[in-house]
């Protein structure tokens, strides 16, 4: 079965300084694996996706996220964060020979302090 | 620039209710999703559309159905509506949902059954 987790509820950290957003998966085939972010009162926007090749992924805003496969580990990072980062992000895995299905993390918010 | 929109942002309805949400995308994308969205459980599908008139069970469609009766259209439908159905529900869509394609979100309707 597919799962995903986002083991932190809430990251604090300053702006200008990195951050990272943690995210664990598991499937039994090979992943997607997909980064949505969503701001106060408006939809999930997608960030950026791994789908192969390059272990490291860039995406909207400055945003990237590293894939590690040894791991399962698929966290969010960015060097340096912008107050306007603050929002719910979530993580989330589809099997690439699974069907349908995208299963989405609970969801980690971020709290960037001016 | 890709839409998906949702026909109300909030709504209140009362127990025993039949409620209608209504999304509407703009991509000509197969297919489309209901999901709800409750803290700490992250998204959990409740029906997917991979076409006109088809359909397939997400994970908790328990109280729910859907029709999609035209390929822009997709609508979920509370038969009785229970208190336990107040929720934030958020429609998606995507290209075959097989692939690596991301989803497209729409704002979000805030139900509240009282």
């Known amino acids: 079965a597919q799962s995903v987790a986002q083991p932190e509820d809430q990251v604090n950290v300053a702006e200008g300084n990195p951050l990272t957003v943690k995210c664990t998966y598991s499937v039994s085939g090979n992943p997607y694996l997909f980064w949505y972010v969503q701001y106060p009162n408006r939809g999930l926007q997608f960030l950026l996706k791994?789908?192969?090749?390059?272990?490291l992924v860039k995406g909207s805003y400055g945003f990237e996220a590293e894939f590690n496969k040894s791991q399962t580990s698929f966290h969010l990072k960015k060097p340096s964060a912008l107050v306007s980062d603050s929002a719910l992000y979530f993580c989330?895995?589809?099997?690439?020979?699974?069907?349908?299905?995208?299963?989405f993390g609970a969801g980690t918010r971020l709290f960037v302090k001016a | 620039d890709v839409k998906v929109t949702q026909s109300s942002r909030y709504l209140v309805k009362r127990t025993g209710e039949k409620v209608f949400l209504e999304c509407v995308q703009d991509?000509?994308?197969?297919?489309m999703f209901w999901y709800r969205q409750d803290p700490g459980l992250g998204l959990r599908l409740i029906y997917f559309s991979y076409d006109v008139k088809m359909k397939e069970k997400g994970d908790i469609p328990e109280g729910y159905s859907v029709s999609r009766e035209k390929k822009e259209r997709f609508s979920l439908i509370l038969e009785s509506a229970s208190t336990n159905q107040t929720s934030m529900y958020l429609c998606?869509?995507?290209?075959?949902?097989?692939?690596?394609?991301?989803?497209?979100f729409g704002p979000g309707t805030r139900l509240t059954v009282t």
């Open positions: 991509m000509d994308h197969e297919n």
């Open positions: 791994y789908i192969t090749g390059d272990n």
């Open positions: 998606a869509s995507s290209r075959p949902a097989t692939s690596a394609y991301e989803q497209y």
């Open positions: 989330a895995v589809r099997d690439k020979g699974g069907g349908f299905k995208t299963i």
